[in-house]
């Protein structure tokens, strides 16, 4: 629920009752043009995943300790190279797939094959794919949020 009200207040959803800062349980949510460009453009970017994480709340201390002295380098010279860009976001895939999986633990997530999080995980798997230019793992399928 704080997601979906963070989305709603940063513009990226719409509840159905057109509040702009209430979300009720039985509210049917959508996402506007803007969160549909972040979903499904550019979260598949290394660019833009590794340009988020400053602002992403962790609660690994190692992983937010990386990227801090990444953005303090970064800071110095004015940009990364693209291979820490890429270690970056391997490092919060490695991450978000260990945080879904404690989540897959509970019961109200267990034995679902679709979710956001796998959607996203998925994404961030194509960035890496394509930064490391192994276009054998590329499957071409259409993308759920095109259907």
């Known amino acids: 629920m704080d997601a979906a009200h963070f989305c709603l207040k940063k513009e990226l959803i719409e509840v159905d009752t057109s509040s702009v800062d209430a979300i009720r349980e039985q509210d049917s949510l959508k996402a506007t043009a803007s969160g549909w460009a972040h979903m499904r453009l550019l979260s598949s970017r290394a660019e833009y995943i590794a340009s988020v994480l400053p602002s992403t709340p962790l609660n690994d ?11 303090q380098a970064e800071n110095r010279s004015g940009g990364l190279a693209y291979y820490q860009v890429v270690q970056l976001v391997e490092g919060f895939e490695a991450y978000l797939r260990r945080q879904s999986a404690e989540l897959a633990s509970h019961p109200g997530y267990s034995g679902r094959s679709k979710s956001g999080s796998s959607y996203i995980l998925g994404k ?14 590329v499957t071409g399928q259409p993308d759920l949020l095109d259907l």
């Not at 201390?61 to 953005?71: C, E, N, T, V, Y």
């Not at 961030?124 to 793992?137: H, V």
Request: glycine residues 0%.
């Open 61 to 71: 201390k190692h992983l937010s300790a990386r990227i801090f002295d990444l953005m």
């Open 124 to 137: 961030i798997q194509e960035a890496l794919t394509f930064a490391r230019k192994d276009n054998a793992k």
